[in-house]
């Protein structure tokens, strides 16, 4: 059976999260920053990053619906499972594992926004640059990647390999 192609290791993630968690730290001091983690790829990425920065922090979740990447495209996301608690004066940091057209981070920004956080911040583990749709700002970005299909730490394909510790790129083996 062929070997999947790793593109990113355990190693090389979790060294990316050391960094991402320091400048984090020096970016917000002793501020609080409510972790807004989006379900469900960005479980490992807060669970791993949440670990690293300390008491000061506290952790909610959204869900948003996508209808496929023509409606992703047109920017028609849903909410699936808002947060639990108000955002108002509060510093957000919203958490993704990817962000690819673009299009759940803009719409996710600008609701966000309405509801007048202290400051709103992105944080993604990747980006495809190549993939991009619409032009949205992300603070820190741990990985820009190549336009391709990838699986493992929280990303998926058809539900499977989000458990994997590394990032491969779905391949045939991934596929039986
Ligand atoms: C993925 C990812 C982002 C979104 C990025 O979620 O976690 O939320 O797609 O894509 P975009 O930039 O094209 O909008 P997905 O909808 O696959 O759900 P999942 O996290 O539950 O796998």
Redesign the pocket.
């Known amino acids: 059976m062929a070997e999947p192609i790793i593109l990113l290791t355990e190693q090389e993630i979790q060294a990316k999260l050391d960094q991402l968690a320091a400048q984090v730290l020096a970016d917000y001091g002793n501020e609080e920053i409510l972790l807004v983690g989006?379900?469900?790829?960005?479980l490992y990425v807060v669970a791993d990053l949440s670990r690293r920065l300390g008491p000061n922090v506290k952790i909610d979740f959204v869900q948003?619906s996508?209808y496929g990447l023509e409606a992703?495209s047109s920017g028609i996301v849903q909410i699936r499972k808002d947060l639990d608690t108000s955002i108002e004066g509060r510093h957000v940091l919203v958490v993704?594992?990817?962000?690819?057209?673009?299009?759940?981070?803009a719409h996710l920004r600008e609701l966000l926004n309405t509801r007048r956080p202290a400051s709103l911040k992105v944080l993604a583990l990747l980006s495809k640059p190549d993939?991009r749709l619409t032009e949205v700002p992300i603070e820190y970005v741990g990985f820009e990647i190549p336009n391709r299909f990838v699986v493992g730490y929280g990303?998926?394909y058809a539900e499977r390999y989000r458990n994997q510790a590394f990032i491969s790129v779905l391949s045939a083996e991934h596929l039986s």
């Open positions: 989006v379900l469900k790829g960005s948003v996508s992703k993704e594992d990817i962000v690819d057209t673009g299009a759940t981070l993939a990303l998926d």
